[in-house]
């Protein structure tokens, strides 16, 4: 490189996100004709117990982001993912297993509408507890994170091979989403004494 050019500093993800990952947050309409990819995820039919998932993105300082992206991955009720090169039995066709959602521009919150998934097995034939993958986009992330939610109503969590790994009780807790009727409550903390586990994936 000559010693008369300079490195343009990193840049984190910006606007530009959501200009093209879910463009009404931009104020763009009509991009994707319709709802912008990853806004809907159940149709009529769907197979399940609906519920919402819904939470706020707090940075290091407490504050939450309010331009944040929250995308999910999540098997159907019967356990099935909506994977094209899957070979087992087919997905629901009424779920798309697949969510994205911006934080809201003046509360911070995300939301989802979907079905409580199913177990999945491990790589060794155990059971998964029921869970959603989820990633996270936010303002000072050069690389989004990943992290998991399970369900504070389920027994199964107590032998989930993943969350077994998690020693600490405490920290564990960081990835489980507290019911309250049909809604799952879940923050995810991305500094600071809450710090919710994130994997390196």
């Not at 409580?116 to 000072?140: E, F, Y």
């Not at 600490?168 to 991305?190: C, E, K, Q």
Request: hydrophobic share 35%; aromatic share 8%.
């Amino acid at each position: 490189m000559s010693a008369d050019l300079k490195e343009s500093p990193s840049q984190t993800a910006g606007p530009y996100v959501h200009i093209g990952c879910v463009p009404s947050f931009a104020g763009l309409e009509g991009m994707y004709r319709g709802r912008d990819l990853g806004a809907q995820m159940i149709r009529d039919g769907v197979v399940g117990e609906r519920i919402t998932i819904q939470g706020r993105i707090f940075d290091g300082a407490g504050e939450a982001s309010k331009d944040a992206m929250v995308e999910i991955w999540q098997a159907d009720s019967a356990g099935r993912f909506n994977s094209p090169g899957d070979t087992g039995e087919a997905s629901d066709p009424s779920f798309s297993g697949w969510g994205r959602q911006p934080t809201d521009g003046e509360t911070g919150l995300f939301r989802f509408e979907t079905i409580k998934p199913g177990a999945v097995p491990w790589n060794d034939g155990r059971q998964q507890a029921p869970h959603i993958s989820v990633w996270v986009v936010a303002r000072g992330i050069n690389l989004g994170l990943h992290t998991r939610i399970y369900f504070s109503d389920e027994a199964a969590n107590a032998d989930d091979p993943l969350l077994s790994m998690i020693s600490d009780t405490a920290r564990r807790s960081t990835l489980v989403a507290n019911r309250s009727g049909d809604t799952f409550h879940f923050d995810i903390h991305l500094q600071g004494e809450k710090e919710t586990v994130f994997f390196d994936v």
